[in-house]
């Protein structure tokens, strides 16, 4: 070990000890009822350091001096999928994605990356997720790569294979991305079709504004024919959830501050996510921000509005809905379900669609590897994980494989590609499935 | 330390890959369930099967290498932590079902499985395993052997000791035995069988078990009566075992308890009343619903405020769920939650309880009482901040006021979280020195060099008893 790096890891144990509440780190009372729940657990065969209780440990031995930050230490924590299914499952209401946020964002603070790497990182976390302008230019590019043929030439020629690992997979099942000038044009309200029961915001994200716009437009369908009135703040940004779990945590508080002062404009009931990660940071910027005396109860008022698109549906009520009959199943977001609770909801949108035989596959509640950029860094884990997914999701025979977060749905179609499903199965996000029943309940009547 | 001569051999057993000790893995193998222990080991192993056990006990035994095995460490006497070093065995790789023999009624398994993944596995041919360790989701069936674990069906169907009638044993020297069979009677030589069960780890290794199993009970029901005060829930039970009905479940909540989990699950518990008793019974449905009636008198007649049968197996869950919760709403309340296990007999349980409120209050610390009132197992259960030395030495002093009241009252000091470290000093209180002494001689006899889990069971010093008769 050299000298340089033995000294990095002295600054570093030193910042994890100012830096990581050890309030919450000693609330683990070492139970283990947290194991079962943890993917990596299982997926490492038993691994206790690959577990939650056992990566607890590992920060509060690096904070009580028992153990420095190895490299050993930094990929224990990099293979955590940040998923917190451990979290429901812990009688000690350890809130363990804080320590792992807090973990992260001291260990990136001293991280030496490489020159591309840091290149790259400045690119995605300050000069693209962050503006809207470039992830629109970007999608363009990505939508002019799509159109103009290059796309299929690229693939029929195996150019793609040369990129490293899933990267070309990705590729595949990227979504067809609208063209620029529709990018350009978003509305800014939306009335409601009958008379409005309620007056809703709508956080419309960054890549679902993009890469996802038709997703966001189906959300703003169904709103309006659910009799809600849209608002939808232009000045608007980035959640910061992927800042967040990937140890940027400053540039996630910036962005919640935006987005704080841009909601606080319009008056509405609820604040509308329909991204399960974006929500999921969205109720949490109370916490984010506690420390911060001018906003601490701003980011409170705001997460306390935040509510998942399919809850907003459930309680006010969806129009008619009907599909060719077909048997639909349903993966959960794991930040959805773990950090907003929202878990029957989308099940009983589902069921009520005339038509659907809804059937539920084991352990819907277990990650299925996406986890923001996890399937591309700690790619041999994360597959492994999606392989076990898609053989559940293959044993309920269903034909619509359903979920409600944009990473997880390419993870999905990803799975879908890996295990030879691309003609029997599709992926599709929660809101553009009910908006096509909806629709095709519509043209029926 | 572990020379280097010791690890090549040791990796010569398992191979590389089953050994481990990077930093992270002695980290993370250094603790368990029980606050305020830690302590790093030298190495981890991982066993494939029964001769890699033998052999790595051989090894161990001529380097003198203490051994901890370690099912998944959710035990609460500090009896899988480390304190002299040595190697952790773990069982991850030895975790399987190996037979369920129906003509025989019993299940065969290896020690790393989930007791949890047996019982599914078992009730899945309609067949049952009663012991149940609240743990169960996460510990392991030799985690439960060693510690003879309980639950809260122990009352009508016991507890682990019971259903354990073959096992196969790695002994301290590396010889294999195997004790018991798939037989109802047999009376060769020493029960060995039995030994063993409790035994925490400090005689041998187990690599195998078999269970006795049961037909799974074709109905269950369960109620909920509440009283204002603990004298009245005690007396119902000993009067429902008076009038000869044994329920599967009889769980009692003190105040303070209810207090916490109406603050932490909402689930409408008044919490103005004394205690609350969880009561529960299976089996076939005529003798159920007599049994359920009855018992639901014998709460009116003692003046119970209201009881509540459920209706439907959901209601059932969610009454148990606010028994469940205890220990979960409990834990919520401060860093360190202390989970004690002092047992009486069950007419005493009001007595002690009270005496464990008196106790805190003398001592200035927070107990909350919930546990087993039919077999008179009690968790007080202390709620404090283990950074906090002044109050933790208080905490000491009222768990050792409550190990002695415990014992006064012919009682244990541990009904079933086992010795370990927590409760060693306090083992001559229950079984005199006299008793301490032939265990000792026991374990000399099995263990000459004292590899097996070491610093366990037995203390170097032991609890002076101060006041013996108050
Ligand atoms: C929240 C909570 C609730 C609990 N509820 C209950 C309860 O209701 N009833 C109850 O009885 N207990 C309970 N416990 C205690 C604990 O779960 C039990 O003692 C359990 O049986 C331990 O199983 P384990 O697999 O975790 O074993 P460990 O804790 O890993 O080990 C327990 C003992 O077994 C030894 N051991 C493990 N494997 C072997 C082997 N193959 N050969 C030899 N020795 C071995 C270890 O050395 C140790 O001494 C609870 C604990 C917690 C944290
Ligand atoms: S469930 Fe919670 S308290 Fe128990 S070990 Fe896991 S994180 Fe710790
Ligand atoms: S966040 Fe997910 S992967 Fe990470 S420790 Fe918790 S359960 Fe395991």
Same mark, same amino acid.
């Given at each position: 070990m050299s000298a340089a790096n033995d000294k990095r890891q002295q600054e570093l144990a030193i910042d994890m000890k100012q830096g990581m509440d050890y309030d919450e780190l000693i609330n683990c009372m070492r139970c283990g009822f947290c194991l079962p729940a943890c993917p990596t657990y299982r997926e490492s065969g038993g691994n206790e350091a690959a577990s939650p209780r056992g990566r607890i440990a590992l920060m509060k031995a690096v904070v009580d001096g028992i153990m420095e930050p190895d490299e050993d230490f930094e990929k224990q924590l990099s293979q955590c999928l940040g998923c917190r299914a451990c979290e429901p499952a812990c009688p000690s209401g350890m809130k363990y994605g804080f320590?792992?946020?807090?973990?992260?964002?001291?260990?990136?603070?001293?991280?030496?990356?490489?020159?591309?790497?840091?290149?790259l990182r400045n690119v995605v976390f300050n000069e693209l997720f962050p503006k809207p302008n470039r992830m629109r230019m970007v999608s363009s590019l990505l939508w002019f790569y799509q159109s103009t043929g290059i796309q299929k030439i690229a693939q029929a020629t195996h150019l793609t294979k040369i990129a490293p690992g899933n990267l070309s997979a990705m590729e595949r099942v990227l979504p067809k991305v609208p063209s620029p000038s529709k990018m350009k044009n978003r509305p800014s309200h939306v009335a409601s079709e009958g008379v409005a029961k309620k007056k809703v915001a709508f956080f419309s994200?960054?890549?679902?504004?993009?890469?996802?716009?038709?997703?966001?437009?189906?959300?703003?369908?169904?709103?309006?024919?659910?009799?809600?009135?849209?608002?939808?703040?232009?000045?608007?940004?980035?959640?910061?959830?992927?800042?967040?779990?990937?140890?940027?945590?400053?540039?996630?508080?910036?962005?919640?501050?935006?987005?704080?002062?841009?909601?606080?404009?319009?008056?509405?009931?609820?604040?509308?996510?329909?991204?399960?990660?974006?929500?999921?940071?969205?109720?949490?910027?109370?916490?984010?921000?506690?420390?911060d005396p001018e906003w601490a109860d701003r980011a409170k008022a705001f997460s306390a509005k935040v509510k998942d698109i399919s809850e907003v549906l459930y309680e006010v009520g969806m129009p008619k809905m009907r599909l060719e009959p077909q048997t639909v199943t349903y993966q959960d977001s794991c930040h959805l379900r773990n950090v907003m609770g929202t878990f029957s909801a989308p099940r009983k949108l589902l069921q009520?669609?005339?038509?659907?035989?809804?059937?539920e596959m084991k352990d819907a509640d277990r990650c299925c590897g996406s986890a923001g950029v996890y399937n591309i860094i700690e790619q041999e884990m994360s597959m492994q994980i999606l392989d076990v997914k898609m053989k559940d999701a293959k044993a309920t025979k269903a034909r619509t494989l359903v979920t409600a977060n944009p990473g997880c749905l390419l993870q999905m179609k990803l799975g879908i590609e890996r295990a030879g499903l691309q003609k029997d199965v599709r992926g599709i996000h929660i809101v553009d499935l009910l908006a096509e029943a909806v629709r095709y309940a519509e043209g029926q009547a | 330390m572990i020379s280097q001569?010791?690890?090549?051999?040791?990796?010569?057993?398992?191979?590389?890959?089953?050994?481990?000790?990077?930093?992270?893995?002695?980290?993370?193998?250094?603790?368990?369930?029980?606050?305020?222990?830690?302590?790093?080991?030298?190495?981890?192993?991982?066993?494939?099967?029964?001769?890699?056990?033998?052999?790595?006990?051989?090894?161990?035994?001529?380097?003198?290498?203490?051994?901890?095995p370690r099912g998944n460490a959710t035990n609460l006497c500090a009896g899988t932590c480390p304190l002299e070093g040595g190697i952790v065995m773990?069982?991850?790789?030895?975790?399987?079902?190996?037979?369920?023999?129906?003509?025989?009624?019993?299940?065969?398994?290896?020690?790393?499985?989930?007791?949890?993944?047996?019982?599914?596995?078992?009730?899945?041919?309609?067949?049952?395993?009663?012991?149940?360790?609240?743990?169960?989701?996460?510990?392991?069936?030799?985690?439960?052997?060693?510690?003879?674990?309980?639950?809260?069906?122990?009352?009508?169907?016991?507890?682990?000791?019971?259903?354990?009638?073959?096992?196969?044993?790695?002994?301290?020297?590396?010889?294999?035995?195997?004790?018991?069979?798939?037989?109802?009677?047999?009376?060769?030589?020493?029960?060995?069988?039995?030994?063993?069960?409790?035994?925490?780890?400090?005689?041998?290794?187990?690599?195998?078990?078999?269970?006795?199993?049961?037909?799974?009970?074709?109905?269950?029901?369960?109620?909920?009566?509440l009283y204002d005060s603990l004298e009245a829930a005690?007396?119902?039970?000993?009067?429902?075992?008076?009038?000869?009905?044994?329920?599967?479940?009889?769980?009692?909540?003190?105040?303070?308890?209810?207090?916490?989990?109406?603050?932490?699950?909402?689930?409408?518990?008044?919490?103005?009343?004394?205690?609350?008793l969880l009561i529960e019974q299976d089996?076939?449905?005529?003798?159920?619903?007599?049994?359920?009636?009855?018992?639901?008198?014998?709460?009116?007649?003692?003046?119970?405020?209201?009881?509540?049968?459920?209706?439907?197996?959901?209601?059932?869950?969610?009454?148990?769920?606010?028994?469940?919760?205890?220990?979960?709403?409990?834990?919520?309340?401060?860093?360190?939650?202390?989970?004690?296990?002092?047992?009486?007999?069950?007419?005493?349980?009001?007595?002690?309880?009270?005496?464990?409120?008196?106790?805190?209050?003398?001592n200035n610390v927070q107990i909350c009482t919930f546990g087993h009132a039919g077999d008179g197992?009690?968790?007080?259960?202390?709620?404090?901040?283990?950074?906090?030395?002044?109050?933790?030495?208080?905490?000491?002093?009222?768990?050792?006021?409550?190990?002695?009241?415990?014992?006064?009252?012919?009682?244990?000091?541990? *009904? @079933?979280? $086992? /010795?370990?470290? +927590? %409760?060693?000093?306090?083992? =001559?209180?229950?079984? *005199? @020195?006299? $008793? /301490?002494?032939? +265990? %000792?001689?026991?374990?000399? =006899?099995?263990?000459?060099?004292?590899?097996?889990?070491?610093?366990?069971?037995?203390?170097?010093?032991?609890?002076?008893?101060?006041?013996?008769?108050?």
């Open positions: 320590l792992l946020e807090d973990a992260r964002d001291i260990i990136q603070k001293k991280k030496k990356h490489s020159l591309p790497v840091k290149m994200g960054c890549l679902m504004d993009t890469m996802f716009m038709d997703t966001n437009d189906s959300t703003l369908y169904i709103l309006s024919k659910s009799n809600c009135e849209i608002v939808i703040p232009k000045k608007q940004n980035c959640c910061g959830a992927l800042h967040a779990h990937s140890g940027e945590k400053d540039g996630a508080k910036q962005l919640a501050k935006e987005n704080i002062l841009a909601f606080e404009k319009v008056e509405a009931e609820y604040i509308i996510s329909n991204a399960g990660g974006c929500g999921a940071l969205l109720v949490d910027y109370g916490h984010l921000l506690k420390d009520s669609i005339e038509g659907v035989t809804f059937t | 001569d010791a690890k090549k051999k040791l990796q010569a057993i398992v191979g590389e890959e089953n050994y481990l000790d990077s930093k992270q893995s002695l980290v993370a193998y250094s603790y368990d369930a029980t606050p305020n222990y830690q302590a790093l080991p030298d190495a981890v192993i991982k066993p494939r099967n029964t001769q890699d056990v033998s052999e790595i006990v051989k090894v161990c035994n001529e380097y003198k290498i203490p051994i901890v773990i069982f991850t790789l030895m975790n399987q079902l190996l037979e369920l023999d129906e003509e025989n009624l019993t299940v065969t398994v290896q020690p790393g499985l989930i007791t949890l993944d047996m019982i599914n596995a078992v009730e899945a041919k309609g067949l049952f395993y009663p012991p149940d360790p609240s743990s169960m989701k996460i510990s392991t069936i030799a985690g439960n052997i060693n510690e003879g674990s309980g639950g809260l069906r122990g009352l009508k169907y016991g507890v682990t000791r019971d259903y354990v009638i073959a096992l196969e044993v790695v002994l301290p020297n590396g010889n294999i035995i195997r004790t018991g069979g798939k037989l109802a009677k047999d009376v060769a030589g020493y029960d060995f069988t039995r030994l063993m069960v409790g035994s925490e780890g400090t005689l041998g290794v187990i690599t195998e078990a078999t269970l006795k199993l049961i037909p799974k009970p074709e109905t269950k029901k369960t109620m909920l009566a005690g007396r119902t039970v000993s009067k429902i075992i008076a009038n000869k009905i044994i329920p599967t479940t009889l769980e009692f909540l003190d105040q303070p308890t209810i207090r916490v989990v109406e603050d932490f699950a909402k689930i409408g518990l008044p919490t103005d009343v004394g205690a609350v089996g076939p449905l005529e003798v159920v619903e007599r049994d359920i009636k009855r018992m639901a008198e014998i709460c009116q007649e003692e003046n119970a405020l209201s009881v509540q049968i459920a209706q439907t197996d959901e209601e059932g869950t969610a009454l148990t769920t606010a028994r469940r919760s205890a220990l979960s709403a409990l834990a919520r309340l401060k860093p360190t939650t202390i989970l004690e296990d002092a047992t009486v007999p069950r007419s005493k349980i009001a007595e002690m309880v009270r005496e464990i409120e008196v106790i805190a209050k003398r197992n009690l968790h007080p259960t202390c709620m404090t901040d283990a950074r906090d030395k002044e109050e933790m030495h208080r905490v000491e002093i009222a768990f050792e006021e409550i190990f002695e009241k415990a014992i006064q009252l012919g009682g244990t000091i541990t *009904g @079933e979280h $086992g /010795v370990g470290v +927590m %409760k060693s000093p306090y083992l =001559a209180w229950k079984l *005199g @020195e006299e $008793g /301490v002494e032939a +265990m %000792k001689t026991l374990k000399m =006899a099995f263990d000459p060099n004292n590899i097996m889990n070491p610093g366990k069971m037995f203390a170097k010093e032991s609890r002076k008893r101060v006041v013996v008769n108050r």
